[in-house]
């Protein structure tokens, strides 16, 4: 299991197991971290799943490919780190991830 | 004004639910008209994630969300429901002898005696921009689609977007607009290349001005837009003059007039019985991701066997005292018959 950590708007922490190969959203929804929507549920198609991620963990996360990028353009203050968590997939070398939700989703 | 169209079954949303609700129907001898806000069948499955597989349809291993729409539309082919596109239902009355009268946001008039809700997560409407204060201009300075083109003519036109429409507008308005801003937060756009390479060598040749950023403030009175703030550039921030603005960010769903038909709800859901799927109001039935009951799973499939059993309630309100038969498709000749199946 992956530790994961969401720091809701409000400055909630929710910390999570996770497992490798399900995404960020994923366990934000399984856990009820406010202020994540995932209207389209999970295929890219929405931009209500943006999340910060925290600044020491953004090169491991990486870069959004061009189809998240695209779907980014709706999202609610885009920020350099801004990804859409069902694209980030869990894996070992994100254990301790911090992901802070935006004040709202588009 | 159009003549009141009459049918059977008026269904709400031609998602994957309301088009196998055509089906059931159809089976029991009910005509449906079909009413959806985008342009063409699918709902979700067209307008999301066409390409996406769906792996727990039974008996398909793996379709597409696009593949399983057009399967829908050969399905119900034989019964050959009626659609409108485009509108969206806006008021809903019912008559004294038990029909509904369903007006559309463009003042179409339907008449049937069961209305089905297959509405999904609602209408696609234009999503808001996060602008501070932009609903005051709504409707007056702020607009989300192009009715008329005149309507842009010699004003200070801002278009915010990175997509086919943010372009395609830019375009096609830029002769007529006093001044074309186009704002995109990024300098890469989704839309058709050769439709960004014309932006960029208009903006070569100054008839028009794009800036990367996002617009942070709006400034004006009594709805009428004056000038625009925009952030995160290379410049900082730079106001741009602004009469007109045409954001297109793209669609989000919201349940809209529906949730002023007198219906029960159930945090934007409608509750539903599970024999029939009726609402809360006799005659209209809610099928789908939008109805809601203990045990409710958003699976297409659950929405597959809400419509059968709906179907048998809807047909005690179309023709009472009728007696129902039922009947497997793969036996009956009198189903098979209103398939086009030859034997």
Same mark, same amino acid.
């Given at each position: 299991?992956?530790?994961?950590?969401?720091?809701?708007?409000?400055?909630?922490?929710?910390?999570?197991?996770?497992?490798?190969?399900?995404?960020?959203?994923?366990?934000?929804?399984?856990?009820?971290?406010?202020?994540?929507?995932?209207?389209?549920?999970?295929?890219?198609?929405?931009?209500?799943?943006?999340?910060?991620?925290?600044?020491?963990?953004?090169?491991?996360?990486?870069?959004?490919?061009?189809?998240?990028?695209?779907?980014?353009?709706?999202?609610?203050?885009?920020?350099?780190?801004?990804?859409?968590?069902?694209?980030?997939?869990?894996?070992?070398?994100?254990?301790?991830?911090?992901?802070?939700?935006?004040?709202?989703?588009? | 004004?159009?003549?009141?169209?009459?049918?059977?079954?008026?269904?709400?949303?031609?998602?994957?639910?309301?088009?196998?609700?055509?089906?059931?129907?159809?089976?029991?001898?009910?005509?449906?008209?079909?009413?959806?806000?985008?342009?063409?069948?699918?709902?979700?499955? !067209?307008?999301?994630?066409? $390409?996406?597989?769906?792996?727990?349809?039974?008996?398909?291993?793996?379709?597409?969300?696009?593949?399983?729409?057009?399967?829908?539309?050969?399905?119900?082919?034989?019964?050959?429901?009626?659609?409108?596109?485009?509108?969206?239902?806006?008021?809903?009355?019912?008559?004294?002898?038990?029909?509904?009268?369903? !007006?559309?946001?463009?003042? $179409?008039?339907?008449?049937?005696?069961?209305?089905?809700?297959?509405?999904?997560?609602?209408?696609?409407?234009?999503?808001?921009?996060?602008i501070?204060?932009i609903? !005051?201009y709504?409707?007056k300075s702020v607009f989300?689609?192009v009715?008329?083109m005149e309507d842009f003519r010699g004003h200070d036109l801002v278009i915010v977007?990175?997509?086919?429409?943010a372009?395609?507008w830019t375009?096609n308005l830029q002769p007529i607009a006093k001044s074309v801003t186009l704002v995109?937060?990024?300098?890469?756009?989704?839309?058709?290349?050769?439709?960004?390479?014309?932006?960029? !060598?208009m903006q070569?040749?100054k008839h028009l001005q794009f800036l990367?950023? /996002?617009v942070?403030g709006l400034a004006g009175a009594?709805g009428q837009l004056a000038s625009a703030t925009i952030?995160?550039?290379?410049?900082?921030?730079v106001e741009v003059p602004c009469t007109r603005m045409l954001p297109?960010?793209?669609?989000?769903?919201?349940?809209?007039?529906?949730?002023?038909?007198?219906?029960?709800?159930?945090?934007?859901?409608?509750?539903?019985?599970?024999?029939?799927?009726?609402?809360?109001?006799?005659?209209?039935?809610?099928?789908?991701?939008?109805?809601?009951?203990?045990?409710?799973?958003?699976?297409?499939?659950?929405?597959?066997?809400?419509?059968?059993?709906?179907?048998?309630?809807?047909?005690?309100?179309?023709?009472?005292? $009728?007696?129902?038969?039922? /009947?497997?498709?793969?036996?009956?000749?009198?189903?098979?018959?209103?398939?086009?199946?030859?034997?």
């Amino acid at each position: 299991m992956t530790k994961l950590t969401y720091i809701a708007h409000d400055g909630t922490r929710f910390d999570v197991e996770a497992e490798n190969g399900s995404t960020v959203m994923e366990n934000a929804i399984r856990n009820a971290v406010p202020g994540i929507e995932a209207e389209c549920g999970g295929a890219c198609a929405c931009a209500t799943c943006h999340v910060y991620v925290d600044e020491a963990w953004t090169a491991e996360v990486g870069e959004p490919e061009a189809m998240e990028e695209d779907m980014l353009d709706f999202a609610y203050e885009v920020q350099p780190n801004s990804r859409l968590s069902c694209q980030i997939k869990v894996r070992d070398a994100l254990d301790g991830l911090v992901v802070r939700v935006p004040e709202r989703q588009g | 004004m159009t003549d009141t169209i009459k049918t059977d079954v008026l269904v709400v949303g031609a998602g994957p639910i309301g088009l196998f609700a055509v089906f059931e129907l159809g089976l029991l001898d009910m005509k449906c008209h079909l009413i959806d806000i985008l342009d063409r069948p699918g709902g979700q499955c !067209a307008e999301l994630y066409p $390409e996406k597989p769906i792996y727990d349809i039974p008996g398909w291993p793996t379709i597409s969300a696009q593949g399983l729409v057009d399967k829908l539309m050969e399905q119900i082919h034989p019964f050959k429901p009626d659609f409108t596109f485009n509108r969206m239902v806006s008021s809903l009355e019912k008559l004294e002898d038990g029909t509904f009268r369903v !007006a559309t946001d463009e003042g $179409e008039m339907f008449e049937a005696k069961v209305v089905v809700i297959a509405a999904g997560g609602g209408s696609f409407q234009p999503k808001r921009p996060p602008i501070p204060g932009i609903e !005051a201009y709504e409707g007056k300075s702020v607009f989300y689609s192009v009715r008329r083109m005149e309507d842009f003519r010699g004003h200070d036109l801002v278009i915010v977007g990175g997509g086919d429409s943010a372009l395609d507008w830019t375009l096609n308005l830029q002769p007529i607009a006093k001044s074309v801003t186009l704002v995109h937060r990024r300098p890469e756009f989704r839309a058709a290349p050769d439709s960004v390479n014309k932006m960029y !060598a208009m903006q070569e040749m100054k008839h028009l001005q794009f800036l990367v950023g /996002q617009v942070s403030g709006l400034a004006g009175a009594d709805g009428q837009l004056a000038s625009a703030t925009i952030k995160g550039g290379p410049d900082g921030d730079v106001e741009v003059p602004c009469t007109r603005m045409l954001p297109f960010f793209g669609l989000t769903m919201k349940l809209g007039p529906i949730a002023e038909w007198g219906l029960n709800l159930h945090e934007n859901l409608i509750p539903v019985d599970t024999e029939k799927f009726q609402t809360s109001i006799p005659g209209i039935f809610a099928v789908g991701d939008i109805n809601w009951y203990p045990g409710k799973l958003k699976l297409i499939l659950s929405g597959f066997h809400e419509v059968a059993l709906m179907a048998q309630a809807a047909k005690r309100i179309v023709s009472p005292g $009728e007696r129902i038969v039922f /009947q497997y498709t793969t036996s009956s000749t009198s189903l098979q018959k209103k398939l086009g199946v030859h034997d």
